[in-house]
T-cell receptor
């Protein structure tokens, strides 16, 4: 059972455009929602994360929007650049000492066309 | 560079064999996680250790085992290998104290079973 659902599977955006990736979760006990960026042959790199007590978090060109009632969250990449071309994973977990493994979405392959 | 190191980078072995993957967490991080990434299953959580103790188990096969040593490095042992075990294996670490639950991933070990 996929605890975190992610869409779209792939995304093609023109340079300078906005990339939007969506995720939905089922478990209301989740209280930590990170996004990871992965380049081919590399490990996932933590990009930005949000807790459910805020509806939006922005870091540079990356913004997470969070809708607690709908159990959805999304990543917006503003002014997308060719260097942003990578696979993006959303994830969810509980913030607790001990069992706090991440449940990942299936990933979105982003291609930014120059 | 996340500060998490993994060895070896690549491993090619035959079916039925046993291998050991090694992970050194970021300095001061108490928790180590192992994840498997394959094309058909995505990023799947295997097992978590916190300060030497097993804290959570995911879909880890009985042929797989792990441990965390007093110096906090961890090893993942895979035995009776099958073709389907070919995947990327990632280690992540987390401080899990003072409200810090971010997980940082290593570069991974690519396992090929022939």
């Amino acid at each position: 059972q996929q605890q975190v659902k992610q869409s779209p599977q792939s995304l093609i955006v023109q340079k300078g455009g906005i990339s939007i990736i969506n995720c939905a979760y089922e478990n209301t006990a989740f209280d930590y929602f990170p996004w990871y960026q992965q380049f081919p042959g590399k490990g996932p790199a933590l990009l930005i994360a949000i807790r459910p007590d805020v509806s939006e978090k922005k870091e540079g060109r990356f913004t997470i929007s969070f809708n607690k009632s709908a159990k959805q969250f999304s990543l917006h990449i503003m002014d997308s650049q060719p260097g942003d071309s990578a696979t993006y994973f959303c994830a969810a977990s509980k913030r607790q000492t001990g069992a706090n493994n991440l449940f990942f979405g299936t990933g979105t392959r982003l291609t930014v066309i120059p | 560079d996340s500060g998490v190191t993994q060895t070896p980078k690549h491993l090619i072995t035959a079916t039925g064999q046993r291998v050991t993957l090694r992970c050194s967490p970021r300095s001061g991080d108490l928790s180590v996680y192992w994840y498997q990434q394959s094309l058909d299953q995505g990023l799947q959580f295997l097992i978590q250790y916190y300060n030497g103790e097993e804290r959570a188990k995911g879909n880890i096969l009985e042929r797989f085992s792990a441990q965390q040593f007093p110096d906090l490095h961890s090893e993942l042992n895979l035995s009776s290998l099958e073709l389907g075990d070919s995947a990327l294996y990632f280690c992540a670490s987390s401080a899990q104290r003072d409200g810090s639950y971010e997980q940082y991933f290593g570069p991974g070990t690519r396992l090929t079973v022939t």
